[in-house]
């Protein structure tokens, strides 16, 4: 499968997501973020109600094949490490952000400790996981974590986590700030 034909089936299986998320959160604002964006499916979905959209992946042939095939005029892709780009940006600056499919590349905690101060006042933070994680890795890379993050994140975000059949997610982590009184 091309990288073209691979957007196209992700573009699928995001539309399905999208339905999903659509009545549990806000799907619009300023700035929207897509760590290990791959092929930016979710960009299709976004580019109206996003002011800017920003897609980052450590795989640079994914970053390029975005540059080059897929023209949304309020997006731009980085070929970047989530850490070093997150440093770059200025604090409660994103609206909304989605980590899709999370593997053994994402490390879930590290994710949401360095996401808290970057989103703004009921920001969003989407992570799913890939409904073959456990048989590809043998573990899973959310549910372990749930009590921890509530332990250590409780207190800034108001935490669901939803499962569902799905092709491609699992596991559905919605993480919104709680707006300080």
């Keep these: 499968m091309n990288n073209f034909e691979y957007h196209q089936k992700r573009v699928e299986e995001v539309r399905e997501l999208f339905s999903f998320l659509h009545d549990r959160v806000s799907l619009e ?35 390029e094949f975005c540059k080059k095939n897929i023209h949304i005029p309020n997006a731009k892709y980085f070929h970047k490490i989530a850490g070093v780009y997150l440093e770059e940006i200025p604090d409660k600056s994103l609206n909304l952000v989605f980590v899709l499919d999370i593997d053994s590349n994402v490390f879930v905690t590290e994710i949401i400790s360095q996401l808290k101060a970057k989103l703004k006042n009921d920001g969003i933070l989407i992570i799913t996981e890939r409904r073959d994680n456990s048989r590809i890795y043998n573990r899973q890379f959310i549910a372990p974590f749930i009590k921890e993050i509530k332990e250590r994140f409780g207190e800034f975000f108001e935490i ?17 700030i709680v707006p300080k009184q």
Excluded: H, W, Y
């Excluded at 980052?56 to 970053?63: A, G, K, M």
């Excluded at 669901?160 to 919104?176: G, T």
């Design 29 to 63: 604002g300023d700035r929207f973020l897509s760590i290990g964006c791959g092929t930016a499916p979710e960009f299709e979905f976004l580019s109206e109600t996003f002011r800017d959209l920003v897609g980052i992946d450590q795989n640079i042939e994914l970053v």
């Design 160 to 176: 669901s986590l939803f499962r569902r059949e799905s092709e491609m997610d699992q596991i559905v982590l919605v993480l919104k």
